[in-house]
């Protein structure tokens, strides 16, 4: 029992990894973990209604032909979960406030991911036994993940553009059913060949959504006001650079902020706090401009003396 109970652990361990990543990291902003743990908690929760689905459906990966393991593995497990997956990061996060940035929608996409296959992975192991749970960790965690980075590209590009937003998140969801559908064709068709040809499809996945990820990275939907941290304009509650003087829409004049004024990332407008290297929601760096003027005053230094 005690070592089913770590084996259980250990197919939880990314999912709380993930979230306490998320909690240190964001811990002067909790709206921020909070939808997080929201998004995380919905898809967990929807396990049971996908688990009753696929009940109902007898939607399992083995089947007597090759047409009906087609027709599951495309047509009922993919899109259900998929679904599911989705609907955690749609009622949990996607019209919030808190859906600052695009590359958000890989960081939702991800948690669902996550929550589902934690929950999917504690009841695996406690059916089939510990033995299941290096596969569980090395194949389906990261495979879930990869399948919902996908849609979740859609939807951080569809949260910030005005029309064909729901065409935009169906694309990248069909997209991702193709992929889900495919892994699961393979474990059908050949389960003990499973890990050969699984291991390519997760490489290429892999670096599709690396690229995903670095093309929402690019994009930002704020104006770009330089890459300094940004403070609040205290007359026209305008995101002002701190280190500007004035407000670049009222033109007030800012004094020099205090260590505890409010800091926001200049890409996402997050709220960081004033030492932080890298932005923990959009993950770009923050030390670029404040380094490049250190040296700027060094080299200014260095002439006054010659
Ligand atoms: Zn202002
Ligand atoms: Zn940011």
């Not at 652990?9 to 902003?29: C, K, M, S, T």
């Not at 030390?287 to 003396?305: F, I, M, W, Y």
Request: glycine fraction near 6%; aromatic fraction near 12%; charge should be positive.
């Amino acid at each position: 029992m005690v070592i089913e109970i770590s084996y259980v652990l250990l197919g939880v361990a990314p999912g709380i990894l993930w979230l306490l990543y998320f909690f240190i990291a964001n811990r002067n902003e909790e709206e921020s973990f909070a939808s997080v743990f929201r998004v995380f908690c919905w898809a967990a929760t929807f396990t049971i209604p996908t688990a009753i689905a696929e009940r109902i459906l007898n939607a399992t990966i083995q089947k007597e032909s090759i047409q009906d393991s087609l027709i599951t593995s495309f047509l009922l497990i993919a899109p259900i979960e998929e679904f599911f997956k989705l609907l955690a990061v749609w009622i949990g996060a996607y019209r919030r406030s808190d859906f600052r940035a695009p590359i958000d929608g890989i960081t939702y996409a991800i948690t669902a991911a996550l929550g589902f296959v934690v929950v999917e992975n504690a009841l695996y192991i406690l059916r089939l036994g510990p033995s299941i749970v290096w596969s569980r960790l090395l194949y389906a965690t990261p495979g879930h993940l990869l399948f919902s980075a996908l849609w979740g590209y859609s939807m951080g590009m569809a949260r910030f553009v005005r029309v064909g937003e729901i065409s935009v998140v169906i694309k990248g969801f069909l997209c991702s059913v193709g992929f889900h559908g495919l892994y699961n064709l393979l474990v059908a068709v050949s389960p003990g060949k499973a890990k050969i040809t699984l291991t390519p499809l997760l490489l290429v996945l892999f670096v599709i959504v690396i690229f995903l990820v670095k093309k929402l990275r690019s994009v930002s939907p704020y104006p770009f006001l330089g890459d300094a941290l940004l403070i609040i304009c205290p007359e026209c509650e305008a995101y002002a650079p701190e280190a500007s003087g004035t407000c670049p829409r009222c033109g007030f004049a800012l004094s020099k902020p205090d260590p505890d004024t409010a800091r926001f990332c200049w890409k996402c407008r997050h709220k960081v706090s004033p030492d932080a290297m890298r932005c923990p929601r959009c993950y770009v760096s923050l030390k670029k401009s404040s380094l490049a003027q250190d040296e700027a005053t060094a080299l200014a230094g260095l002439h006054v003396k010659a």
